[in-house]
C-alpha cells in the first residue's frame, strides 16, 4: 500500500479490540503516526509492537475515554509529541442488549458516557489544533441501529442517534473550516463487542456480518476522500431510507427477522 498519509497524525479510540485496532493497523500502514487509546493497556502494546514491526509509528495511552481530563490530556501529548491532529477516529463503544422496560438508569447513563460523552469530549479537545492548523477529519463510528432504533437494543440505539445528531450539527457548523465530519455505520461485525455486552433480552446478532478489516478499509477510504455518511455494507443504506418513508414496513420485517 503506498504511504499516501505519511506525516498525517491519527488518533483511534477503543483501538484495543475489533473495528478500533483493524484502523489503526490500516492507517499506520498508509503512513500515518497513530496514537492508540483503551483501557486496556497490555493489548495496545501488543497492537503497537505489531505496528513499529511493520516500520509504522504509533503512541500507547492506556486510559478510560469517559475521563474527560486524560482525554485531553491524550489529546495535547500527542499535538505536542507530532505536530497536531490531523485525524481523530471516536470508535470506544458497548452496546446492551435488553428492553427499553428492563433497562437501569444507570446502564444507560453508562452507555451514553461511553457511545456520546467520550466522543463529544474528545472532539472538544482537538478542534483547537485542528483549527489552528486549518484542517482536520474527525470521523464517528456509529452504527445501523443509529438510524433505525433496534429492539432490545433500545439504549443503544439511542447512544447513536444522539451522536448521529452531534455528528451532523457539528459538520455544518464546520463548514468552510477545512475540518471534515464522518459518520461510519457498520451493520453486526465479526468482533468480540457480542460477546462482552451484557445480554438479558432478545436473540444474538442477525442478518450479514461484515469483518473488521472491512469496516477499517472503508474508514480509510473516508480519510482519503471524505464522506459525510460511510455504510460499510451498502444495501444498508436503504434500510436507512426504507426506515423513514415506510417506517411501519421495516418494523414488520423486523419482527420476522427476530424470529
Same mark, same amino acid.
Given at each position: 500500500m503506498a504511504r499516501e498519509l505519511? =506525516?498525517?497524525? +491519527?488518533?483511534?479510540?477503543? +483501538?484495543?479490540?475489533g473495528i478500533g485496532e483493524a484502523t489503526a493497523r490500516v492507517l499506520a500502514r498508509a503512513g *500515518?503516526?497513530? *496514537?492508540?487509546?483503551?483501557?486496556?493497556?497490555e493489548r495496545l502494546d501488543k497492537l503497537a509492537a505489531d505496528i513499529t514491526a511493520g516500520? #509504522?509509528?504509533? *503512541?500507547?495511552?492506556?486510559?478510560?475515554?469517559?475521563?474527560?481530563?486524560?482525554?485531553?490530556a491524550m489529546v495535547d501529548d500527542v499535538a505536542s509529541r507530532w505536530g497536531g491532529i490531523d485525524v481523530l477516529?471516536?470508535?470506544? #463503544?458497548? =452496546?446492551?442488549?435488553a428492553t427499553v422496560e428492563d433497562t437501569k438508569p444507570?446502564?444507560?447513563?453508562?452507555?451514553?458516557?461511553?457511545?456520546v460523552m467520550a466522543a463529544f469530549t474528545a472532539t472538544?479537545?482537538?478542534?483547537?489544533?485542528?483549527?489552528?492548523? #486549518?484542517? #482536520?477529519?474527525?470521523?464517528?463510528?456509529?452504527?445501523?441501529?443509529?438510524?433505525?432504533?433496534?429492539?432490545?437494543? =433500545?439504549?443503544?440505539? +439511542?447512544?447513536k442517534s444522539a451522536l448521529d445528531g452531534l455528528s451532523e450539527a457539528l459538520r455544518v457548523e464546520l463548514e468552510g473550516t477545512g475540518i471534515h465530519v464522518s459518520l461510519v455505520y457498520p451493520i453486526g461485525t465479526a468482533t468480540e463487542f457480542h460477546d462482552v455486552e451484557a445480554r438479558r433480552a432478545g436473540p444474538g446478532p442477525r442478518g450479514p456480518i461484515q469483518s473488521s478489516e472491512h469496516v477499517a478499509r472503508c474508514i480509510l477510504r473516508?480519510?482519503?476522500?471524505?464522506? +459525510?455518511? &460511510?455504510?460499510?455494507?451498502?444495501?444498508?443504506?436503504?434500510?436507512? &431510507?426504507?426506515s423513514v418513508i415506510a417506517p411501519r414496513l421495516v418494523d414488520v420485517g423486523m419482527r420476522r427477522l427476530l424470529r
Open positions: 505519511a =506525516g498525517r497524525v +491519527a488518533i483511534v479510540s477503543g +483501538a484495543s479490540a *500515518a503516526r497513530v *496514537a492508540v487509546c483503551a483501557r486496556r493497556r516500520g #509504522g509509528m504509533v *503512541a500507547v495511552y492506556g486510559l478510560d475515554v469517559t475521563d474527560p481530563a486524560g482525554v485531553r477516529v471516536n470508535n470506544a #463503544g458497548r =452496546g446492551l442488549s444507570e446502564e444507560f447513563r453508562e452507555l451514553l458516557e461511553l457511545n472538544q479537545a482537538v478542534l483547537p489544533w485542528m483549527r489552528r492548523s #486549518g484542517r #482536520g477529519h474527525i470521523i464517528n463510528v456509529s452504527s445501523i441501529a443509529g438510524r433505525r432504533g433496534v429492539p432490545y437494543r =433500545g439504549a443503544y440505539s +439511542a447512544t473516508c480519510v482519503r476522500r471524505p464522506r +459525510a455518511e &460511510v455504510y460499510p455494507f451498502r444495501p444498508s443504506w436503504l434500510f436507512a &431510507v426504507a
